[in-house]
């Protein structure tokens, strides 16, 4: 079981910059896909970015350039950078984890495990 806990949401201005992590319990962060995803008021959650237990990474076109996932093994932690900032970003972003998802299924909803979600407001 992985217990999935995302911080450092909040309220940022348009073009601003906002750094959001998501810490995991368990022994076998390293080998776990992780992905970040986001859910607008009246939408579906959507994909935003991945990386793989290798340092592989995957971003929906929206956030390319302008958003970066990481990762620190070390402190069972993966982080998304945000900067220049868009209204259309704003939503609860959530991180989820996966132990046997290859970078091409990065994309797909279906992780096995799902933090609480945080969230990002972008004032205009």
């Known amino acids: 079981q992985v217990q999935l806990v995302e911080s450092g949401g909040g309220l940022v201005q348009a073009g601003g910059s906002v750094r959001l992590s998501c810490v995991a319990s368990g022994r076998t962060f390293s080998a776990y896909a992780m992905g970040w995803f986001r859910q607008a008021p009246g939408k579906e959650r959507a994909f935003v970015a991945a990386i793989s237990w290798s340092g592989g990474t995957d971003y929906a076109d929206s956030v390319k350039g302008r958003f970066t996932i990481s990762r620190d093994n070390a402190k069972n932690t993966v982080y998304l950078q945000m900067n220049s900032l868009k209204p259309e970003d704003a939503g609860v972003y959530y991180c989820?984890?996966?132990?046997?998802?290859?970078?091409?299924?990065?994309?797909?909803?279906?992780?096995?495990?799902w933090g609480q979600g945080t969230q990002v407001t972008v004032s205009s």
């Open positions: 989820a984890a996966d132990a046997d998802r290859p970078l091409e299924h990065a994309r797909r909803s279906d992780y096995d495990y």
